[in-house]
Nanobody, 112 residues
Framework: VQLQASGGGSVQTGGSLRLSCVVS????????MSWFRQAPGKEREFVTAIEYNSDSTWPADSVRGRFFISRDSAKNTVYLLMNSLKPEDTAVYYC??????WGQGTQVTVSS
């Protein structure tokens, strides 16, 4: 099983980015999918998740209303749409499958 995250980059405050995480080796439809992030010098923190059998999502308070997770089962890909980005959103973003398989991370940098 492999998770390949992409879509990171550098944006200014208020900008948007969409991250992608392509899953290979099994169907993501059978698993909950999550995004985490880790800023320099800080612990990895939960960002949001989507249920495996519904469209229910569970965003952290810090991103609620700005970040949206979605899933395209046909493409075996999960997305993270990030709007109204702030400098404190700067981090390496990781996708996670089923609570135990991690992708390699993609850097997001938000400048003020």
């Amino acid at each position: 099983v492999q998770l390949q995250a992409s879509g990171g980059g550098s944006v200014q405050t208020g900008g948007s980015l969409r991250l992608s995480c392509v899953v290979s080796g099994l169907s993501l439809s059978d698993y909950a999918m999550s995004w985490f992030r880790q800023a320099p010098g800080k612990e990895r923190e939960f960002v949001t998740a989507i249920e495996y059998n519904s469209d229910s999502t569970w965003p952290a308070d810090s991103v609620r209303g700005r970040f949206f997770i979605s899933r395209d089962s046909a493409k075996n890909t999960v997305y993270l749409l990030m709007n109204s980005l702030k400098p404190e959103d700067t981090a390496v973003y990781y996708c996670q499958l089923g609570g135990y398989v991690w992708g390699q991370g993609t850097q997001v940098t938000v400048s003020s």
